[in-house]
């Protein structure tokens, strides 16, 4: 998570002339949205395996130091209101009204926030007018995790008292209770990595899968045995699919979004409807 963590803010965009699709999707913008603890400058593989699909392809410019608050319990609203700003700027002028996404691991879940009409510390975002399609990698839209990397409980202001407690102390929460879009879409995870029970002779011949057994963990119901889970390294397959997603895709990819800008080919038909 912290090859670049001391790099500084990086807007990236690139485009191509020649697309390999036509039709509405090539025609439309898409951005990139980044996951817990990521910059910019760890999406630039998925940008250019993008890049001949579209009308241009942004990241969301953010640097890994941005999530530092994040992790003192503060909201993300910060992340939504960049991309509001993103989304504006990248559709003013463009030939298309609408944009694609790109959201990989926690920008899934932030994504759907984004797109919902629910109120998010005092703000209500609802923008799902401003995308057409949507593709999510590798995001734990399921996950009973509250607090990932032991971050502190959030306090949010302005939301509604009726909701639970989990979801008003965690935005992952928040998103799997009130998150939207499901109707646009897609849901992608890897399997490159199955979870093994940790051992002396495990840790030897499989310690991916051991290291795995930890991550999968904090995504799963208490007391879940992760033995033979497969997922990402990061997020078990069962977690990353939201109940009403148009599609789900499993792929061979661990949850580098290096690893994933390798798939587009099994999954770009869905970004472009």
């Not at 009409?117 to 509250?146: I, M, Q, W």
């Not at 997603?245 to 390798?262: F, G, L, M, N, P």
Request: hydrophobic residues 35%; glycine residues 8%; aromatic residues 8%.
């Amino acid at each position: 998570y912290f090859n670049h963590w001391s790099r500084g803010r990086r807007r990236a965009t690139t485009s191509c002339a020649q697309h390999q699709h036509s039709g509405d999707g090539a025609r439309r913008p898409t951005l990139i949205l980044p996951g817990f603890l990521q910059g910019a400058l760890s999406y630039q593989s998925l940008q250019d395996a993008l890049a001949p699909y579209s009308a241009g392809v942004s990241i969301l410019p953010i640097a890994q130091t941005d999530w530092i608050p994040a992790l003192q319990g503060k909201p993300f609203d910060w992340y939504l209101d960049l991309l509001d700003e993103e989304a504006d700027n990248l559709l003013d002028g463009a030939e298309s009204n609408q944009l694609n996404i790109v959201a990989h691991s926690a920008g899934g879940w932030l994504l759907r926030i984004w797109l919902c009409e629910h109120t998010y510390n005092g703000k209500v975002y609802s923008r799902r007018d401003r995308v057409a399609s949507a593709v999510c990698l590798g995001s734990p839209h399921a996950s009973t995790e509250l607090y990932p990397f032991g971050r502190v409980e959030e306090n949010r202001l302005g939301e509604s008292p009726d909701m639970s407690d989990e979801a008003r102390g965690s935005s992952l929460q928040f998103a799997r209770s009130f998150g939207a879009g499901d109707d646009i879409l897609t849901c992608v995870c890897g399997t490159s990595v199955t979870a093994t029970t940790p051992s002396v002779n495990s840790l030897i011949e499989n310690f991916d899968g051991v290291l795995a057994s930890f991550t999968y963990q904090s995504n799963l119901p208490k007391g879940a045995s992760t033995e033979g889970v497969r997922g990402d390294g990061v997020t078990p397959v069962d977690v990353s699919f939201t109940s009403n997603a148009r599609r789900v895709v499993e792929v061979d990819a661990t949850h580098d979004a290096s690893s994933y800008a390798d798939t587009v080919h099994m999954w770009i038909d869905d970004l472009l409807m």
